[in-house]
Protein backbone atom coordinates (compact mmCIF):
# COMPACT_ATOMS: atom_id res chain seq x y z
CA UNK A 1 0.00 0.00 0.00
CA UNK A 2 2.70 2.64 1.12
CA UNK A 3 4.71 1.61 -2.65
CA UNK A 4 1.10 2.38 -4.25
CA UNK A 5 0.76 5.73 -2.50
CA UNK A 6 4.47 6.75 -3.09
CA UNK A 7 4.16 5.83 -7.02
CA UNK A 8 0.94 7.98 -7.08
CA UNK A 9 2.43 10.95 -5.11
CA UNK A 10 4.92 10.75 -7.79
CA UNK A 11 2.91 10.80 -10.60
CA UNK A 12 0.86 14.00 -9.72
CA UNK A 13 3.56 16.56 -10.37
CA UNK A 14 4.25 14.35 -14.02
CA UNK A 15 0.48 15.06 -14.73
CA UNK A 16 0.63 18.68 -13.54
CA UNK A 17 3.56 19.48 -15.50
CA UNK A 18 2.00 18.43 -18.62
CA UNK A 19 1.84 21.35 -21.32
CA UNK A 20 -1.60 22.32 -22.82
CA UNK A 21 -1.14 23.34 -26.47
CA UNK A 22 -2.61 26.70 -26.85
CA UNK A 23 -5.50 27.46 -29.24
CA UNK A 24 -4.62 30.24 -32.21
CA UNK A 25 -7.04 31.40 -34.24
CA UNK A 26 -6.78 33.72 -37.52
CA UNK A 27 -9.74 36.25 -37.96
CA UNK A 28 -10.38 38.06 -40.68
CA UNK A 29 -9.60 38.83 -44.75
CA UNK A 30 -7.92 36.74 -47.67
CA UNK A 31 -4.36 37.99 -46.45
CA UNK A 32 -5.04 35.76 -43.45
CA UNK A 33 -6.68 33.01 -45.71
CA UNK A 34 -3.38 33.23 -47.46
CA UNK A 35 -4.68 34.04 -50.88
CA UNK A 36 -0.92 35.10 -52.29
CA UNK A 37 -0.04 30.85 -52.08
CA UNK A 38 -1.39 27.93 -53.84
CA UNK A 39 -1.09 25.93 -50.61
CA UNK A 40 -2.67 27.98 -47.85
CA UNK A 41 -4.49 25.69 -45.63
CA UNK A 42 -1.09 23.85 -45.14
CA UNK A 43 1.19 27.06 -45.50
CA UNK A 44 0.26 30.02 -45.04
CA UNK A 45 1.56 32.16 -42.07
CA UNK A 46 -0.73 31.37 -39.44
CA UNK A 47 -0.45 28.03 -40.59
CA UNK A 48 3.14 28.47 -39.65
CA UNK A 49 3.08 30.38 -36.37
CA UNK A 50 1.04 27.33 -34.96
CA UNK A 51 3.43 24.84 -36.04
CA UNK A 52 6.38 26.74 -35.05
CA UNK A 53 5.01 27.29 -31.20
CA UNK A 54 2.92 23.43 -31.39
CA UNK A 55 -0.58 25.62 -31.26
CA UNK A 56 -3.52 24.23 -32.09
CA UNK A 57 -4.60 25.93 -35.07
CA UNK A 58 -8.63 27.14 -36.58
CA UNK A 59 -8.93 29.68 -39.51
CA UNK A 60 -12.02 31.56 -39.57
CA UNK A 61 -10.92 33.96 -42.49
CA UNK A 62 -12.69 34.82 -45.47
CA UNK A 63 -11.48 36.68 -48.50
CA UNK A 64 -13.01 39.48 -49.62
CA UNK A 65 -14.40 40.16 -45.62
CA UNK A 66 -14.81 44.01 -44.88
CA UNK A 67 -15.07 45.22 -41.31
CA UNK A 68 -18.64 44.83 -41.57
CA UNK A 69 -18.70 41.43 -42.56
CA UNK A 70 -15.92 40.25 -39.77
CA UNK A 71 -18.49 41.89 -37.42
CA UNK A 72 -21.23 39.77 -38.83
CA UNK A 73 -19.09 37.02 -38.92
CA UNK A 74 -18.47 36.93 -35.01
CA UNK A 75 -22.04 36.66 -34.51
CA UNK A 76 -21.88 32.94 -36.32
CA UNK A 77 -21.82 29.89 -33.48
CA UNK A 78 -18.93 28.16 -34.57
CA UNK A 79 -16.70 31.10 -34.45
CA UNK A 80 -17.92 32.88 -31.38
CA UNK A 81 -17.15 28.44 -29.69
CA UNK A 82 -13.60 29.55 -31.49
CA UNK A 83 -13.34 32.68 -29.91
CA UNK A 84 -14.44 31.70 -26.61
CA UNK A 85 -11.71 28.79 -26.41
CA UNK A 86 -8.95 30.95 -27.94
CA UNK A 87 -5.88 31.63 -26.41
CA UNK A 88 -3.98 33.90 -29.33
CA UNK A 89 -6.60 35.55 -32.11
CA UNK A 90 -4.34 37.07 -34.95
CA UNK A 91 -6.89 39.95 -37.15
CA UNK A 92 -6.40 41.03 -40.38
CA UNK A 93 -8.76 43.43 -41.29
CA UNK A 94 -9.37 47.10 -42.86
CA UNK A 95 -7.61 46.37 -46.35
CA UNK A 96 -10.85 45.95 -48.37
CA UNK A 97 -12.74 48.73 -46.46
CA UNK A 98 -10.47 50.70 -49.75
CA UNK A 99 -9.96 48.12 -51.96
CA UNK A 100 -14.15 47.20 -52.37
CA UNK A 101 -14.69 51.34 -51.98
CA UNK A 102 -14.34 52.59 -55.85
CA UNK A 103 -9.99 52.09 -55.33
CA UNK A 104 -9.78 54.07 -58.70
CA UNK A 105 -11.86 56.82 -57.55
CA UNK A 106 -10.45 56.64 -54.68
CA UNK A 107 -6.54 57.24 -55.49
CA UNK A 108 -7.77 60.05 -58.02
CA UNK A 109 -9.01 61.98 -54.92
CA UNK A 110 -5.95 61.73 -53.01
CA UNK A 111 -3.97 62.31 -56.00
CA UNK A 112 -5.80 65.64 -56.32
CA UNK A 113 -4.76 66.46 -52.36
CA UNK A 114 -8.97 65.57 -51.50
CA UNK A 115 -8.41 63.29 -48.16
CA UNK A 116 -11.86 63.84 -47.80
CA UNK A 117 -13.05 60.21 -49.04
CA UNK A 118 -10.21 58.34 -47.13
CA UNK A 119 -11.10 60.29 -44.13
CA UNK A 120 -15.21 58.73 -44.53
CA UNK A 121 -13.81 55.39 -44.93
CA UNK A 122 -11.60 55.07 -42.15
CA UNK A 123 -14.13 56.61 -39.82
CA UNK A 124 -17.17 54.41 -41.34
CA UNK A 125 -13.75 51.56 -40.78
CA UNK A 126 -13.12 52.89 -37.17
CA UNK A 127 -16.75 52.52 -35.91
CA UNK A 128 -16.75 49.06 -36.73
CA UNK A 129 -14.04 48.21 -35.73
CA UNK A 130 -14.34 49.40 -32.30
CA UNK A 131 -17.49 47.22 -32.11
CA UNK A 132 -15.30 44.14 -33.33
CA UNK A 133 -12.71 44.62 -30.80
CA UNK A 134 -15.66 44.64 -28.03
CA UNK A 135 -17.03 42.05 -29.33
CA UNK A 136 -14.04 39.64 -28.87
CA UNK A 137 -13.51 41.02 -25.44
CA UNK A 138 -17.15 40.09 -24.79
CA UNK A 139 -16.60 36.37 -25.75
CA UNK A 140 -13.11 36.13 -24.37
CA UNK A 141 -11.69 38.92 -22.29
CA UNK A 142 -8.23 37.05 -21.40
CA UNK A 143 -7.18 36.33 -25.11
CA UNK A 144 -4.17 37.55 -26.50
CA UNK A 145 -5.07 39.91 -29.43
CA UNK A 146 -2.29 40.47 -32.18
CA UNK A 147 -3.37 43.30 -34.65
CA UNK A 148 -1.79 43.47 -37.60
CA UNK A 149 -1.10 46.68 -39.54
CA UNK A 150 -1.88 46.98 -43.07
CA UNK A 151 1.24 47.16 -45.90
CA UNK A 152 1.72 48.55 -48.78
CA UNK A 153 1.68 45.91 -51.85
CA UNK A 154 1.98 48.65 -54.82
CA UNK A 155 5.51 49.32 -56.08
CA UNK A 156 4.77 51.91 -59.11
CA UNK A 157 6.00 54.96 -58.91
CA UNK A 158 3.05 57.71 -57.87
CA UNK A 159 0.52 55.08 -57.20
CA UNK A 160 2.36 53.89 -53.62
CA UNK A 161 3.18 56.80 -52.29
CA UNK A 162 -0.92 57.93 -53.38
CA UNK A 163 -2.47 54.11 -51.70
CA UNK A 164 0.49 54.78 -48.58
CA UNK A 165 -1.87 57.58 -47.45
CA UNK A 166 -4.89 55.11 -47.59
CA UNK A 167 -2.97 52.37 -45.48
CA UNK A 168 -1.63 55.08 -43.02
CA UNK A 169 -4.68 56.49 -42.29
CA UNK A 170 -5.66 52.89 -41.58
CA UNK A 171 -3.00 51.95 -39.58
CA UNK A 172 -3.19 54.94 -37.27
CA UNK A 173 -6.90 54.04 -36.41
CA UNK A 174 -5.75 50.59 -34.98
CA UNK A 175 -2.89 53.07 -32.92
CA UNK A 176 -5.79 55.45 -32.19
CA UNK A 177 -7.83 52.73 -30.61
CA UNK A 178 -5.19 51.01 -28.61
CA UNK A 179 -4.67 54.80 -27.17
CA UNK A 180 -8.04 55.05 -26.23
CA UNK A 181 -8.18 51.41 -24.64
CA UNK A 182 -4.58 50.66 -23.48
CA UNK A 183 -3.60 46.90 -23.63
CA UNK A 184 -6.52 46.03 -25.92
CA UNK A 185 -4.11 43.96 -28.01
CA UNK A 186 -0.89 44.02 -29.71
CA UNK A 187 0.32 45.47 -32.91
CA UNK A 188 2.36 42.70 -35.07
CA UNK A 189 3.69 45.87 -37.39
CA UNK A 190 3.76 44.14 -40.24
CA UNK A 191 3.63 46.85 -42.37
CA UNK A 192 6.55 48.11 -41.11
CA UNK A 193 8.26 44.75 -41.82
CA UNK A 194 6.96 44.65 -45.32
CA UNK A 195 8.67 47.91 -46.05
CA UNK A 196 12.01 47.47 -44.49
CA UNK A 197 12.42 44.25 -46.17
CA UNK A 198 14.07 44.12 -49.70
CA UNK A 199 12.82 41.02 -50.94
CA UNK A 200 9.56 40.60 -53.53
CA UNK A 201 6.78 39.81 -51.13
CA UNK A 202 3.55 39.71 -53.74
CA UNK A 203 1.86 37.41 -55.03
CA UNK A 204 1.09 37.50 -59.00
CA UNK A 205 -2.31 38.95 -57.77
CA UNK A 206 -0.30 42.20 -57.55
CA UNK A 207 -2.16 42.62 -54.08
CA UNK A 208 -1.84 39.25 -51.63
CA UNK A 209 1.52 38.45 -49.80
CA UNK A 210 3.37 35.60 -51.86
CA UNK A 211 5.50 32.54 -50.39
CA UNK A 212 8.21 35.06 -49.03
CA UNK A 213 5.06 37.13 -47.85
CA UNK A 214 3.67 34.69 -45.61
CA UNK A 215 6.96 33.73 -43.95
CA UNK A 216 7.90 37.11 -43.39
CA UNK A 217 4.19 37.57 -41.78
CA UNK A 218 4.93 34.49 -39.66
CA UNK A 219 8.60 35.39 -38.35
CA UNK A 220 6.84 39.14 -37.58
CA UNK A 221 4.26 37.48 -35.26
CA UNK A 222 6.69 35.12 -33.80
CA UNK A 223 8.90 37.69 -32.85
CA UNK A 224 5.81 39.80 -31.11
CA UNK A 225 5.17 36.24 -29.24
CA UNK A 226 8.82 36.12 -28.06
CA UNK A 227 8.31 39.83 -27.16
CA UNK A 228 5.96 39.45 -25.09
CA UNK A 229 7.46 36.40 -23.16
CA UNK A 230 4.85 33.75 -25.07
CA UNK A 231 7.41 31.11 -27.08
CA UNK A 232 11.25 31.45 -27.03
CA UNK A 233 11.24 30.51 -31.08
CA UNK A 234 11.34 33.32 -33.85
CA UNK A 235 12.16 31.67 -36.80
CA UNK A 236 9.05 29.74 -38.38
CA UNK A 237 9.30 25.87 -38.41
CA UNK A 238 8.03 25.06 -42.33
CA UNK A 239 6.50 21.79 -42.50
CA UNK A 240 4.75 22.66 -45.19
CA UNK A 241 6.45 24.99 -48.16
CA UNK A 242 4.84 27.97 -49.22
CA UNK A 243 4.05 27.88 -53.14
CA UNK A 244 3.84 30.90 -55.00
CA UNK A 245 0.67 30.54 -57.29
CA UNK A 246 0.90 30.32 -60.78
CA UNK A 247 -2.22 32.04 -63.29
CA UNK A 248 -3.82 31.42 -66.44
CA UNK A 249 -5.39 34.64 -66.71
CA UNK A 250 -3.18 37.10 -68.93
CA UNK A 251 -3.94 39.59 -66.90
CA UNK A 252 -2.49 38.40 -64.08
CA UNK A 253 1.05 38.31 -65.94
CA UNK A 254 0.00 42.08 -67.65
CA UNK A 255 -0.07 43.39 -63.81
CA UNK A 256 2.81 41.24 -62.79
CA UNK A 257 4.39 43.15 -65.30
CA UNK A 258 3.72 46.26 -65.03
CA UNK A 259 4.11 45.46 -61.03
CA UNK A 260 8.26 45.02 -62.14
CA UNK A 261 8.22 48.03 -64.58
CA UNK A 262 7.56 49.99 -60.81
CA UNK A 263 10.37 48.46 -59.07
CA UNK A 264 12.68 49.10 -61.70
CA UNK A 265 11.39 52.55 -61.57
CA UNK A 266 12.51 52.64 -57.78
Same mark, same amino acid.
Given at each position: ?5 ? $? ?7 ? #????? @? ?20 ? #? ?36 ? #? ?8 ? $? ?15 ? $???? @? ?18 ? $? ?38 ? @? ?19 ? #??? @? ?70
Amino acid at each position: MLSIVM $IACLAVPAF #AAKKT @AKNYVLLGDSIAVGEGIANPRE #ANYGRMVANTNGYNYANYAISGSMSSDMLRRLDSPDVA #AAVKKADIIS $ISIGGNDFLRNNLFFLL $ITIM @AGNMSMVNDIVDSFYEQFCK $IIERIKKLNPKALILMQTLYNPWRLQGIAGIYQKGVDALN @ASYRRYLKEHPGAYEIVDVGA #AFA @ASGDDLIAIDTIHPNAKGNILIAKTILKKLNALGYEGKTEPVIKHEPLDKVSSNPMDYYKMALYYIGLVAL
